[in-house]
């Protein structure tokens, strides 16, 4: 049909919880599908980014309000477009209602270390002989085999053992003067290797619906996380594969370019990267810095190799033009002769960033009343279809939103059955044992580091 979605006739049970796997959900809503998000009344078991004042903000105004859990910027960008079913996984009748979704989707998310989803009876094996075609993403730290299999993890402990750690790190100024790697290996940022794996667990179950279409079988897709981080160490691991070599940490600086790195500009805390590739290119931008910064016309930097070995001192004159400069107008003279260059955008340059805005990269969702939020806007996708009018089609659900439609349409359950499931508090749409989460005020959280500065007045601009 003309504009249908691509995955409008396919329906996803996501088991997920927190950053990798509810992502790949939230795209297949984008998408078209009808994603079921599992989710729990029972706060301890329910999803953290919903649930906790950890990980479930930002709240509007840094305030999580009475319905806390409906309130959290992480839950809504994760899980829009999505349904609400509560059950507690612990009970057989919840487990049993698992099973017989399973039998009408296509799709079965989930991120449970092994032994959770075999205890259940839910692991592949079982829910394949329910569903002969099913695909199913298992994504786990370490994957299900061998000795780390059982291990949990996040981030930051992943991390370290996909090697990505070895080779981060800044510069700094050595006993002579010259600049050396620090000793400490620092993390690519904020749960890097989760969102990896959103984008690979994407490409597998597109791949798995092909080869569904062709052949009628299902699939089990069994994602180690720290494979996927592995994977994208690059030359770093070749280098040492075929050469022996291990690759020093260079902070911003690169084997080969100069100067390459990040460079301050005019503005608070304003910075923008750029990248001299090869010799064209340092003709052109040598000629841009000329006629205010002479030092760069010294013959020393004419050749590649002379640029690599007076990078501090290279560096030093490029900062001194860049911080003359606002950093569009850096990005600007760069790019029009050619010279790669771009902003360090924080937060409020992102939302207001033209490009992003002409590209409508950032899509509004209008929200439930009882939730107050209104209309939010919330980060899109980084690619567009030209035959679909893709958007994020709705916010995320409130708690239990689904349940009747789920239970009693869906699977057909009587009233007599869902009465005893709410009897048992199997299902629900009121959290159990729920506290507000304590927050930190916006003025502490500058003086103890968490933030460097917010703006009590960006509603209004």
């Known amino acids: ?117 075999a205890r259940f009876g839910l692991d592949y094996a079982n829910l394949r002989s329910a569903k002969p075609d099913l695909i199913m993403v298992s994504n786990t730290g370490y994957g299900h085999s061998g000795p780390w299999s059982n291990f949990g993890a996040m981030a930051s402990s992943l991390e370290p053992t996909h090697g990505t750690g070895a080779f981060m790190s800044y510069l700094a100024e050595g006993p002579d ?54 994977s994208f160490v690059g030359e770093g691991l070749l280098d040492y ?3 022996g070599r291990r690759t020093r940490r260079m902070g911003n600086h690169h084997q080969s370019m100069a100067p390459h790195g990040c460079y301050p500009c005019s503005g608070k805390d304003e910075w923008v990267t750029l990248a001299v590739r090869d010799d064209a290119d340092w003709r052109v931008f040598r000629d841009v810095l000329a006629s205010e910064c002479w030092d760069i016309m010294d013959d020393k930097f004419g050749q590649a190799s002379g640029r690599l070995a007076h990078q501090d001192e290279l560096d030093g004159i490029v900062a001194g033009w860049s911080s003359s400069r606002g950093q569009y107008q850096v990005m600007e003279e760069l790019q029009m002769v050619g010279v790669p260059a771009g902003p360090v955008l924080n937060a409020r340059g992102l939302l207001a960033d033209p490009h992003f805005r002409s590209r409508s990269f950032f899509e509004p969702a209008q929200h439930s009343a009882a939730t107050g939020l209104g209309s939010r806007e919330y980060i899109g996708r980084g690619w567009k279809m030209s035959e679909n009018d893709l958007r994020i089609q709705a916010p995320a659900p409130l708690l239990g939103q689904d349940n009747d439609y789920l239970l009693r349409e869906v699977l057909g359950l009587s009233e007599h059955d869902i009465a005893a499931l709410l009897r048992d508090k199997v299902v629900g749409d ?22 460097v500065d917010w703006d009590p007045d960006f509603e209004s601009r």
């Open 430 to 451: 009121v959290p159990e044992g729920a506290s507000v989460p304590a927050t930190v005020p916006l003025g502490e959280q500058v003086e103890l580091g968490f933030i």
């Open 241 to 243: 594969a075929y050469s």
């Open 177 to 230: 003067g010259s600049r050396t790697p620090e000793d400490v290996p620092k993390k690519m940022g904020n749960s890097y290797t989760d969102f990896l794996a959103t984008w690979t667990a994407l490409t597998s179950i597109m791949a798995a619906l092909f080869q569904r279409a062709r052949s009628g079988r299902g699939m089990w897709v069994d994602l180690a996380m720290y494979q996927v981080g592995a």
């Open 1 to 117: 049909m003309p504009n249908q979605l691509p995955l409008s006739q396919i329906r996803v049970l996501d088991l997920s919880r927190v950053f990798a796997m509810p992502y790949v959900g939230a795209y297949l809503a984008d998408l078209g599908a009808e994603v079921i998000k599992v989710d729990t009344h029972h706060i301890p078991f329910m999803d953290t980014s919903r649930a906790s004042g950890f990980t479930g903000g930002p709240f509007p105004n840094n305030n999580p309000g009475e319905l806390y859990w409906e309130q959290g910027g992480t839950f809504h960008t994760l899980n829009r477009g999505k349904r609400s079913l509560t059950l507690d996984l612990r009970s057989e009748e919840a487990q049993e209602i698992v099973r017989g979704l399973v039998q009408v989707s296509d799709i079965v998310l989930e991120n449970f270390t092994p032994r959770v989803m």
